[in-house]
């Protein structure tokens, strides 16, 4: 068997040691004598899972007892139309528009109600974050919506916007458990585990009690209504159960490794590497301002397309894989959330050199 760095953004590398104790207990997950994927989510040892995976996520993102933690389907794309449905009482939003995953949700919650677009970085491609210290917040606005962490551009939010007291709600997607946060400063919180936590198929919101209500739009399915899955503890239906389980497992993984002030250090470290190499190549150049970049995804170019597209195809033939950047914006990308190693970037910058040396 050997493995490869996965620089993908998604669905992307998980820890080696999760996925071994996932093969281990494929055919018996502790005595039960069954695996965890064809075991009832009604049963105990299911029950203990999500359980323990709740806790483990609330301990790791120290996250207060009112907020309520959900289990659900349907991508984070679903989570587009669910925030409006259920939080848009006076139906109008303020939208902060840093890339095609905010651009998308915006398009989708004007399908419930007004939504102004407070704040953009179209006009440099995205490769920054507005300055969000004073925006035109709407009065009755019901909340603020970031993508905090822009998985296709590279830029994060490192400072949160003055949301003028207006509920603030983040897709932290390509973020999430990547270093600390304060929860208390959101309404709601969410994001699709395919890249920093599980497989997909599993979105965690993070939401404040007094945003949880029956009083939703008019035609909300339940499905789609936060206070079903909150009144049943992601037990409603049928939830993604290995996936879950495997997210448990991730959450675990985390807490050994010491919490999330420990990733942010060994986040920043890696990302350090491959900043560092970028700032000083003749050949590759980061395309994200530099206050702005992300620590988990990022971008560079040539400059040139066919070099890109060498640089791609020879870097896969080295074993390091996925390096493609997003199919609406070319060039590159190096994804490398919390499970990609120190070792897997120092493969990819010693890689890039040597690239460089081959073709400037
Ligand atoms: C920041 C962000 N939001 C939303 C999405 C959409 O996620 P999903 O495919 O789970 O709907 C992505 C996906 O890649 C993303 O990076």
Redesign the pocket.
């Known amino acids: 068997m050997s493995r490869v760095y996965n620089f993908s ?2 669905p992307a590398v998980l820890p080696e040691e999760v996925l071994k104790e996932a093969a281990a207990e494929m055919l018996d997950y502790n005595g039960t004598g069954m695996s965890v994927m064809e075991m009832s989510h009604r049963s105990k040892a299911f029950e203990e899972i999500i359980t323990t995976a709740e806790q483990d996520l609330r301990d790791l993102m120290n996250i207060p007892d009112n907020y309520k933690v959900l289990f659900l389907q349907g ?4 989570q587009f139309a669910m925030i409006p449905m259920n939080l848009m009482k006076n139906r109008v939003a303020d939208y902060i528009i840093t890339g095609q ?1 905010a651009k998308k949700a915006a398009k989708e919650a004007e399908k419930y109600g007004k939504v102004n677009r407070v704040a953009s970085s179209e006009d440099k491609t995205f490769s920054y974050i507005p300055d969000c210290s004073d925006l035109p917040i709407s009065e009755d606005a019901d909340y603020v919506y970031i ?1 905090e ?3 296709i551009y590279g830029t994060k939010f490192k400072e949160l916007p003055n949301t003028k007291g207006k509920t603030l709600v983040a ?1 932290v ?2 973020c999430f458990l990547s270093e600390p946060v304060d929860v208390t400063k959101y309404g709601l919180i969410y994001g ?1 585990v ?2 920093n936590i599980g497989p ?1 198929g599993v ?1 965690i919101v993070i939401i404040r009690e007094d945003l949880i209500t029956e009083d939703v739009l008019p035609g909300t399915p339940t499905m789609l209504t936060y206070k079903t899955h909150a009144d049943a503890k992601s037990l409603y239906n049928t939830p993604p159960a290995y996936g879950i389980y495997i997210c448990g497992k991730v959450f675990k993984w985390l807490k050994d490794m010491g919490g999330l002030s420990v990733m942010k250090e060994r986040n920043e470290k890696k990302a350090k590497v491959l900043y560092d190499f970028l700032d000083q190549s003749k050949l590759f150049k980061g395309t994200v301002e530099k206050k702005d970049r992300s620590l988990m995804n990022v971008p560079f170019v040539t400059g040139d397309a066919d070099l890109d597209a060498k640089f791609v195809k020879e870097a896969k033939e080295a074993g390091l894989e996925n390096l493609k950047g997003h199919r609406t914006v070319g060039g590159m990308r190096a994804s490398i959330y919390n499970a990609m190693p120190y070792e897997g970037v120092v493969a990819l910058v010693d890689f890039m050199k040597k690239f460089e040396e081959e073709n400037l």
């Open positions: 953004a998604g991508g984070a794309s679903q995953w993508c962490n822009n998985t897709d997607s390509s699709g395919q890249k997909a979105v």
